[in-house]
């Protein structure tokens, strides 16, 4: 990049000897990233090298107009410095064009016309100077136009929009813009998160909220701060469902403990929202099942007391509650309370609810060795899935039946399920379902199409900054490499793997995972040496998440047994 070349060319001259190698790589492209690619921040960036290294230089860009505003080393003329560069260019505005540029600042990422008009207008500027004044700043290059689908979307680069913020701090009115954003994107959340999980419209609903989470993040952040628990808590819950499906489990989590440890009174339907999120997400996570079940046992007694107009999400909590009960190995509780939440689901005539309902019925049943029961809930999941005609719903389901046919049932026919649910399109999810059936091909003996499929994929998942939440798929991810490993003859890994996911579900959680686990054990205790698999059972069992996630993703090694 031109930005990056910019900044090595000029750290050679601020430190002599300086290279850009892999452990400030990051750091490099951090500050050229968040300096938006402008040369002089760059340069001015670079000559702080004389006295900082490019991690700390990065990890201080918010206050950048004073890190960057001491010039270079040799003397910067102080008409070239970055803030004496934007004084002159801030100069030359109208009045009007200066104010709308500050109340631009509230906003993160990209925002719509819409957004502009609703928070920016007012106080002087009427909605027709929204038209007028928007053309000005961006021909000014203050302000980008980019295409988005059939809109038009706008955005600050991030050194514009921190200078602006500065220039607006003396004017004492900020706080009533930063409110007017927040309620503004609260209220996009709610209106669109009432589409999730609800049919057709869950798709476009997603990429709504998708396109706006820079402002959501900028929301959540200024209601912490404020102590505006409430509002927070409203914005949060209804984000709930967007990051249950985009798995970003653990940045909900962190959300949703922040403000409910402020231990501030809020209305019991907002509560019972937030501890639905809450249980579902800490539920997920590795050791989090304890915590889990108490939020959601919670929310489900803060549901019973509420208007029928609650009863969709109280039928949630029944269901994910269900989950973690399986999971604990509970599973007379856990189908008494899916069955409860399917009979809602049915009665509000909520189909995306009886899809995941009654499939999750079924993959307990075939935990439960029933696997003919199990064939006749998951079908019916299927076949509500394609009622309700969303993709994404349908492509889970679809991998619900593949997992379930691939380790209780068929393999054939849960590469056939895995197959259409990648061609019906799985989002975030493709990866997912790409490494599962990877195993359904191993399970059918085609060990080179397993290979083929698993380790890009797979390597794909462990990256995801997110995998830690997600114990499902890291417990799949682990014993299907595990199982892959034995066909190639990397036992020690293999045995290390099953141990880690073993020694877990002695805790309590993933207990759906146990048959599987432990037939790869026996497999694997047949074919090795008995000192060697107790060495490698010992290390498995006594590995973190990080060493786990390795050796999921390591090159292929060993031959073909």
Known sequence: FDAVRLFVNRAESTRPGFRLTSDIAGAVLEICRRLDGIPLAIELAAAQLASFTPQQIASHLDQRFRLLGRGRRGGLPRQATLQATFDWSYALLTEEERSMFMRLSVFRGDFSLEAVQRIVAGDGLDAMDIFELLPRLIDKSLVVAERADNEMRYRLLETLRQYSADRWEPTGDRRAYEARHADYFLQVAEEEAANLGQGAKHEQSMATLAAEQDNFRQALRWALDSGEVETGLRLAGSLYRFWLYRERNPEGAWWLEAFLSRDVPAPDAVRAKALLALGTFSGSAMGGGPAGIAALREAGDLYRHLPANYRRDHAASLNNLAQLLANAGENAEAEARLEEALAMSRELGVLWGVAMQVGNLGTLAAVDG????????????????????????????????????????????????????????????????????????????????????????????????????????????????????????????????????????????????????????????????????????????????????????????????
């Open 370 to 561: 029933r696997i003919e029961q199990a064939r006749e809930r998951i079908d019916e999941s299927v076949r509500v899935a394609r009622e309700v005609g969303s993709p994404a719903l349908l492509g889970q389901v679809l991998t619900n039946k593949a997992e379930v046919e691939r380790d209780w049932g068929e393999p054939a026919l849960a590469v056939g399920a895995f197959e259409e649910a990648l061609q019906v399109g799985l989002a975030d999810r493709a990866a997912e379902a790409a490494a599962g059936l990877a195993v359904a091909y191993l399970r059918l003996g085609q060990l080179d199409r397993a290979m083929e499929l698993f380790m890009p994929n797979g390597t794909t998942l462990c990256t995801d900054p997110n995998l830690s939440g997600q114990t499902h798929i890291f417990a799949n991810l682990a014993l299907g490499r595990a199982e892959i490993d034995l066909a190639t003859g990397a036992m020690p890994e293999a045995v290390q793997l099953a141990a880690f996911i073993g020694r877990r579900t002695e805790g309590g959680e993933m207990r759906d995972f146990v048959p599987r686990y432990e037939r790869l054990l026996e497999a694997l205790e047949l074919a090795m040496d008995p000192g060697d698999f107790a060495a490698a059972l010992a290390q498995g069992r006594g590995m973190d998440f990080e060493r786990a996630r390795q050796l999921i993703a390591r090159p292929w090694q060993g031959t073909v047994r």
